[in-house]
């Protein structure tokens, strides 16, 4: 039901929200990267969420 209303699982949608999150913290503060995923549930992992144009943008 939610993949259908939204067009990915839950769990892409919530990874591309904190990416999306900690982007914005990147980009418009000065905390540091390992605090800004902590604060934002992003947990380290072999392929690490990486900031991209579309998504930040």
């Known amino acids: 039901m939610f993949k259908q209303s939204i067009g990915v699982p839950p769990r892409v949608y919530l990874t591309r929200l ?3 999150k900690a982007c914005e913290f990147l980009e418009l503060t000065d905390m540091p990267i ?10 380290r992992t072999r392929s690490s969420p990486v900031c991209s144009p579309s998504i930040s943008k």
Not at 35 to 43: D, F, K, T, W, Y
């Open 18 to 20: 904190r990416v999306e």
């Open 34 to 43: 390992t605090e800004i995923a902590q604060e934002g549930g992003i947990h």
